[in-house]
């Protein structure tokens, strides 16, 4: 294995497990505060119940993606240092301000896990929404600085150095709407789904459970609506893709020659030797249509563009079409439990839907990596599209794969542990408050 | 006038960078020390010495360790070379801290949730990850920070770090500053926690462990300085010019002293002041030996600084953040004060 490739692998598997646990901390503290809100609106035990455990879930999780993305902020150097010694302070607004976000996101979650006893009860609601908001502020920050490595904006070279940077404008890059837009809904719609999966095993095993209806109701509500939503904020990134990063789109859809009438391909295998699509199913006009609304628009294919400038193309193809795969399919299915309620006007909890909830929880979180990777291996072979090759902001440092081996060793335990904690949280039956488990689990 | 007219952006911005590290070591740092004391728990009132570490700690360490994040983000936004250059060549000492900060926090959390049959018997394993990584964290952050004050870290004319990847860390002085940080960080720990439970038993257990944590800090300064002597030449020389040093040096050692006598006559509100004080004078006058570079030998910190035009929006944004972070810190802090001491058994 190379350095490069050592390198590469540690941040792709860095990156791909903080996003899990960033995602919790971005969407479970909204499931909190609604759950805790039917109990101070109501007066409502089970609520208030499912709001303790939902906030220890976000406990758990929250910690192992501080500190792996604390990580994460030494990685960017300790691997790519080329990289940050010419981007660092061009993108250093988001990061700071992120920095801020996160900073107040740490506090409130303090004083919501263990302010139960010691705040007023909608203070301590209060605090519970600013873990919400600051955990979606710090997402959209540290986006938008991924956002400028695709489309790099507010700087001026001279002689290979960077003079004149306009931090607002390269915070605000092109790429920054649509790629925050996406992510934000990504959280809301993979976690809720994942959760909605939880309560809906929990409502397999006992039919009757208040707590774990209402827990189905408010996750199925988040992530359904986000999964409906999320098309639209998809197309959005799409038609910014198109016409800001076609040799991406390119890769993206297998659309290897430039052409008018572009179709749209699904399934099938992209053959870069002969730079062609086989075997897959095409769907005339489609690819022009979503790329510039228009069936006859010419999009550019990939032997426009030099043949070392192309990313791995079979792998960015597939993981879109995995995205939009699932994508559709949540949308569907939120779609049909949102018809089924509506007609009966109560949750539907048939065990055939309860069962696809539950085949279908994981596959949020897939479509959240398979879009992650989309975006990330879709810009190689550069680390800042146009400016640096990933491979020329690599560290000298030799013997890459062993802080790799050491990463990937310290994650896969951190992830089975964190699982298995969650697996027993779930089916405890009654649980004491927090300050309570403290002690006892101390004593 | 004079100095006035030399405060650059970049000068300020080192300068907030200073501030965020101080503010780390007086609060997350105290955290790690609280793990170290958790590691060496002894006597009858063991039991209660972790409990006490743990209800001290669980509300406010992560927000204490954002500090850390904070100096790291400046330092690689404004300071893009120095972040580069340690990345390279400290890369494993970095990456060792890294481990250990991702396991104590995971493990903390870990056992403070841990639920079902086995938990109790887990939690020993968990308390024995987190005591373990509270001690070698500490540890090797003091090591990155004397390998950079003893100036091994070099330069060449592309701005990219010369290095072997180990002989800038692998030698006496940066292990003896390690040392240094992990006896200071204890210290600040055993104090909090004396203070926080005034009155108990138990404050006489962490009066016991301040004053260990005290002369071992005064031991290894000293041990620091006659390293200093083959091992950061420079650095010593600095910090022996100039009045400004002597005044540094002069408060550390006098809030040194305070404490050992404000501990024994069991005055602990004093005696966490002397010790705040002492710390932050020791870190200010590591920032004193350092200034003006911010990698020494040769990479200043005006030479080393992103443009001006990144430093000021980044001073802004520091400022109009504080406005809101400042309030909400104090909250936090304000809500647990009295955690301890409620709770004391």
Redesign the interface.
């Known amino acids: 294995m190379t350095d490069l490739l050592a390198a590469r692998s540690q941040m792709a598997m860095s990156l791909g497990f903080h996003i899990l646990f960033a995602v919790a901390g971005m969407a479970m503290p909204l499931l909190m505060v609604i759950a805790q809100w039917r109990w101070l609106r109501h007066g409502d035990k089970a609520a208030l119940e499912l709001a303790k455990r939902w906030s220890?879930g976000t406990?758990?999780l929250?910690?192992?993606g501080?500190?792996?993305?604390?990580?994460l902020?030494?990685?960017?150097?300790?691997?790519w240092?080329?990289f940050?010694?010419?981007?660092?302070?061009?993108?250093?607004?988001p990061?700071?301000?992120?920095?801020?976000a996160?900073?107040?996101e740490?506090?409130?979650?303090?004083?919501f896990?263990?302010?139960w006893d010691?705040?007023k009860p909608w203070v301590h609601w209060l605090a519970g929404l600013g873990v919400w908001l600051m955990g979606m502020a710090s997402g959209a920050f540290v986006v938008c600085a991924n956002a400028w490595m695709n489309t790099p904006a507010g700087f001026d070279l001279q002689a290979g150095e960077?003079?004149?940077?306009?931090?607002?404008e390269a915070m605000l890059n092109p790429a920054a709407f649509s790629e925050v837009l996406h992510m934000l809904i990504a959280a809301l719609e993979s976690v809720g789904f994942a959760v909605a999966a939880i309560h809906a095993w929990a409502l397999l095993k006992n039919r009757n459970s208040r707590l774990h209806r209402m827990a189905l109701a408010i996750s199925l509500t988040v992530g359904g609506t986000a999964a409906v939503i999320q098309p639209f904020s998809g197309h959005i990134a799409g038609d910014h893709v198109a016409h800001v990063q076609p040799i991406k789109l390119a890769a993206m859809k297998g659309h290897f020659h430039t052409a008018r009438d572009a179709a749209f391909h699904i399934g099938g295998y992209p053959d870069v030797e002969r730079a062609e699509m086989r075997g897959s199913l095409e769907i005339p006009y489609l690819l022009s249509i979503l790329a510039f609304m228009d069936p006859h628009a010419e999009v550019k294919g990939l032997t426009a563009f030099p043949r070392d400038e192309w990313p791995p193309v079979p792998v960015v193809y597939y993981a879109f079409q995995i995205m939009i795969g699932i994508g559709s399919l949540l949308a569907g299915l939120a779609l049909l439990v949102a018809w089924l309620a509506w007609r009966r006007r109560a949750l539907p909890t048939d065990p055939w839907l309860l069962k696809t909830l539950v085949v279908c929880g994981p596959l949020g979180l897939v479509a959240l990596e398979a879009g992650w990777t989309v975006t990330e291996v879709g810009r190689q072979p550069w680390v800042v599209r146009g400016f640096l090759k990933t491979a020329d902001a690599v560290?000298?440092?030799?013997g890459l794969w062993m802080?790799l081996l050491?990463f990937t060793g310290?994650y896969l335990v951190?992830g089975v542990?964190?699982v298995s904690?969650l697996k027993?949280?779930v089916f405890?039956s009654t649980?004491p408050g927090v300050?309570q488990?403290?002690?006892d689990?101390?004593? | 006038m004079t100095w006035l007219d030399q405060l650059t952006p970049a000068l300020l911005v080192a300068g907030v960078m200073t501030a965020s590290v101080v503010l780390y070591a007086l609060t997350g740092g105290a955290d790690f020390g609280g793990g170290v004391w958790d590691l060496l728990a002894t006597g009858p009132r063991r039991k209660a010495q972790q409990r006490a570490i743990e209800r001290a700690i669980a509300p406010v360490w992560e927000a204490n360790h954002v500090w850390l994040i904070i100096a790291v983000v400046l330092l690689f936004v404004c300071f893009p070379k120095a972040y580069a250059a340690i990345g390279t060549a400290l890369h494993i000492p970095v990456t060792a801290m890294l481990v250990g900060v991702i396991l104590r926090g995971t493990a903390f959390t870990f056992r403070a949730y841990d639920t079902g049959e086995g938990a109790s018997e887990r939690a020993k394993g968990w308390t024995r990850v987190f005591a373990i990584t509270s001690t070698v964290t500490p540890v090797m952050l003091g090591v990155i920070a004397g390998a950079v004050a003893a100036g091994g870290l070099t330069l060449d004319a592309e701005g990219r770090a010369t290095t072997d990847f180990i002989s800038a860390w692998w030698a006496p002085f940066p292990f003896v500053i390690g040392a240094l940080t992990l006896a200071l960080f204890a210290q600040l720990a055993a104090v909090y926690l004396a203070l926080a439970h005034d009155g108990q038993e138990l404050a006489e257990d962490f009066r016991l462990r301040a004053l260990l944590a005290g002369g071992l800090v005064f031991i290894l300064a000293w041990v620091a300085w006659m390293a200093a002597e083959t091992g950061a030449p420079q650095l010593k020389a600095r910090l022996l010019a100039g009045h400004g040093a002597w005044v540094v040096h002069g408060i550390a050692g006098g809030a040194g002293l305070l404490g050992f006598v404000t501990l024994w006559r069991r005055r602990y509100g004093w005696a966490r002041a002397a010790v705040m004080l002492q710390t932050t004078a020791i870190l200010l006058g590591q920032a004193w030996g350092q200034h003006p570079f911010v990698l020494p030998p040769n990479l200043t910190i005006t030479a080393a600084a992103a443009p001006d035009s990144v430093l000021v929006p980044v001073l802004w944004a520091l400022l109009a953040g504080s406005v809101v972070l400042v309030p909400a810190y104090w909250a936090l802090y304000r809500v647990f004060r009295t955690a301890g001491r409620q709770a004391g058994d």
Do not use: C, N, Q
């Not at chain 1, 501080?66 to 990580?71: E, K, L, Q």
């Not at chain 1, 940050?84 to 607004?93: E, V, Y």
């Open positions: 220890k406990a758990i929250f910690a192992v501080a500190v792996s993305g604390t990580a902020s030494f990685e960017l150097g300790l691997l240092p080329e940050m010694r010419h981007a660092g302070p061009i993108i250093g607004m990061f700071s301000l992120e920095g801020f996160f900073f107040l740490a506090i409130f979650l303090g004083l896990l263990y302010g010691r705040l960077v003079i004149a940077v306009r931090p607002w560290t000298p440092m030799p802080p050491v310290l951190l542990v964190s904690l027993r949280h405890a649980l300050d488990e403290v002690r689990d101390v004593a």
